[in-house]
């Protein structure tokens, strides 16, 4: 396998790397605790599931730290 070849397989594996914790937090974040027209019950939703909305966080910087590895990669 040629170094290029390599280099674009380890650049497909940071897309898709980057891509699986963006889909809990930019799908199921939103859908699980904000509420529409209604700051206080959102407020009150992420308090009281405050870990689950910090791994909701962590896993969004997780899949930005995986596309600035993409973006080195290329």
Known sequence: MSATKADARFAGVLYLLSGLPGVFSYVYLPAAFVVPRDAAA????????A????????????????????????
């Open 42 to 49: 959102t407020a009150f939703k992420v308090t009281s599931n």
């Open 51 to 74: 870990l689950t909305y910090r791994f909701a966080i962590l896993s969004d910087v997780v899949g930005q730290i995986f596309l600035v590895l993409l973006v080195l990669s290329l």
